[in-house]
């Protein structure tokens, strides 16, 4: 196959070697605070990552290789623009033989398991995967920093995605500020598989200077509750079914709900893992066309 090719193929991870997590990313707060003369808005966000992730496999092969499988697989399958993963496969490659390393032919095979487009770092969170596991692969050596601009050169979500760690994100994205006492929450992810235009809930932002994200003062389930997502209201008024979403999130018990990014995914805070695995499991039934996952989130190392 020629790379670059996308394929769907539920057997191609037989002979591989190293396996890499791609983590959903879970804004659990995002205030638009500006924008820049470029158009690009500046955001302050909380984020984690949850324990639902698209996975990656690669091996050494005699030429380059890429396949997709998994729930959402097919969707990139048919998806005409370039793939996230293939783009870090280059960069980072070029990187590598500039460094005097090494950087042979691969093959990438992704397990699709996130929805697309969907408010949780997927194509992000893929990108990020494949630079940390080409990296272990390649056994390569490049300065942080260097590795940093080359995931920031791929989406201003791509630095927090390598880290995948709790963290507070400024500018575009990449100003990054490690949240160490953040605690793992159970959550309810949840998508009504429809899909949302970022560019749109920009333009349909009331205003772009809101304030900014206040510093934490202790209990951290009271401070997100008094946070918000700056980009929710105009996602409901575009997408109907995402305030639908997050009412029935809410009335399976869950202590706080949001939409997280740009949307359609939306979570719910729940008491336990046990009780949001209960409530995935009655909105799947409600909703059997929709996407529901339980999952933990990471915690802070200090947490």
Same mark, same amino acid.
């Given at each position: 196959m020629p790379s670059g090719t996308h394929? &769907? @193929?539920? /057997?191609r991870e037989a002979g591989a070697t190293l396996f890499e997590p791609a983590p959903a990313k879970i804004n659990l707060a995002l205030?638009?605070? /500006?924008?820049?003369a470029d158009g690009y808005?500046? *955001? =302050?966000? %909380?984020? &984690?990552?949850?324990?639902? @992730?698209? #996975? *990656? @496999?690669?091996? $050494?092969?005699?030429?380059d290789d890429f396949s997709v499988s998994g729930r959402f697989g097919v969707m990139l399958s048919g998806d005409p623009k370039p793939n996230l993963v293939l783009a870090a496969r280059d960069r980072l490659r070029q990187a590598v033989i500039a460094a005097g390393g090494e950087a042979p032919p691969v093959t %990438?095979? *992704? =397990?699709?398991n996130l929805p697309i487009a969907a408010g949780i770092g997927g194509g992000s969170a893929d990108a990020a995967a494949t630079l940390r596991g080409l990296m #272990? *692969?390649?056994?390569?050596?490049? $300065? =942080?920093t260097e590795l940093a601009a080359i995931a920031l050169s791929l989406g201003a979500d791509v630095p927090m995605c390598l880290k995948g760690a709790p963290s507070m994100a400024r500018g575009i994205g990449e100003e990054l500020t490690p949240l160490a006492s953040l605690p793992s929450f159970a959550l309810v992810l949840g998508n009504p598989l429809i899909g949302v235009s970022t560019p749109d809930i920009f333009r349909y932002l009331a205003r772009r200077d809101n304030p900014p994200i206040e510093a934490q003062p202790g209990d951290w389930l009271s401070y997100l509750t008094g946070l918000r997502n700056d980009l929710e209201q105009p996602a409901k008024t575009l997408v109907p079914e995402i305030g639908e979403l997050t009412a029935m999130i809410e009335a399976e018990g869950a202590l706080l709900t949001r939409m997280s990014g740009?949307?359609?995914t939306c979570f719910g805070i729940f008491s336990s893992i046990e009780a949001a695995e209960i409530a995935a499991e009655n909105l799947g039934r409600r909703k059997p066309g929709w996407y529901f996952q339980a999952a933990e989130t990471v915690?802070?190392?200090a947490a």
């Open positions: 394929s &769907t @193929s539920a /057997g205030h638009v605070v /500006g924008q820049r808005h500046l *955001l =302050e966000s %909380i984020v &984690t990552f949850a324990k639902a @992730s698209d #996975r *990656l @496999s690669f091996s $050494p092969a005699a030429d %990438i095979h *992704l =397990e699709k #272990r *692969l390649w056994n390569a050596h490049l $300065p =942080e740009s949307g359609a915690a802070g190392n």
